[in-house]
């Protein structure tokens, strides 16, 4: 018989993925006997035997997954959801949330950067008199870097789920995180270059301003709602 149960919020999760990867770090606890991580609910409900983990073991295991653990609200009346996250007390010094933020925010600076600087490389070094004016040329970088993003978290996905649950997954993710990279990015490149130009001394500092503008954002919706940009 468990000599308790546990019930934990789980902030940052956004698909099956995590729901896996949630489970597998609380499973692997010895004296865990049985887990439950719900997804809707933003929780994971863990029974344990009478010499298992107390709930600062089980909230540790969570965090090194790259998940925030909190207080819960919840209600034992069956049928009812199981959690919701008090979440009431919002705070900017949750440092791993900010850890999480900061690598759901690289991936999707990876993503977005394929396809904007490829889309920006292909007009400065191939098609060199295309005749799109500098605005085009980004709004085009744009599209195509969200459409790289989606696409990098998609096969990433397929990994723990099926092709069509991972694009819908990936489509799901927030768009007014990758397009205030984008543009942060783009108004970089134009400042520094004076144009659609890829340069040694402007790459760096357009990943800088890509990865620092949309990140406090993503930090306020993993902290407040528990969901990731990527």
């Known amino acids: 018989m468990p000599k308790e149960d546990f019930i934990i919020g789980v902030g940052g999760m956004s698909c099956k993925a995590c729901v896996a990867r949630v489970n597998e770090a609380l499973s692997v606890i010895s004296g865990v006997i049985a887990v439950r991580v719900e997804l809707e609910e933003n929780c994971a409900v863990v029974s344990v035997n009478e010499n298992g ?5 089980l909230s540790e295991a969570i965090r090194k997954a790259g998940y925030t653990p909190h207080e819960p609200d919840c209600s034992p009346e069956p049928g009812q959801a199981i959690c ?4 009431s007390q919002f705070s900017w010094r949750d440092g791993a949330t900010w850890r999480q933020s900061a690598r759901n925010t690289k991936w999707c600076l990876i993503g977005c950067s394929i396809g904007d600087l490829g889309t920006i490389a292909y007009f400065q070094f191939v098609w060199t008199d295309s005749g799109w004016s500098t605005l085009a040329i980004m709004i085009l970088a744009i599209m195509n870097g969200l459409l790289t993003s989606i696409a990098l978290e998609t096969v990433i996905l397929l990994k723990q789920l099926p092709f069509l649950s ?4 990936a489509a799901g993710m927030s768009l007014i995180s990758m397009i205030a990279m984008e543009a942060a990015m783009n108004i970089t ?3 520094l270059t004076g144009g659609a130009m890829l340069t040694w001394y402007a790459i ?3 990943w800088i301003a890509g990865f620092l503008t949309p990140w406090p954002y ?4 993993l902290k407040k709602y528990g969901v990731s940009c990527h």
Do not use: C, F, K, S
């Open 189 to 191: 490149d134009v400042v």
């Open 84 to 87: 919701q996250d008090r979440g």
């Open 204 to 206: 760096i500092p357009m």
């Open 53 to 57: 983990p107390g709930r600062e073991a």
């Open 218 to 221: 993503n930090y306020w919706r």
């Open 166 to 169: 991972a694009l819908r997954t």
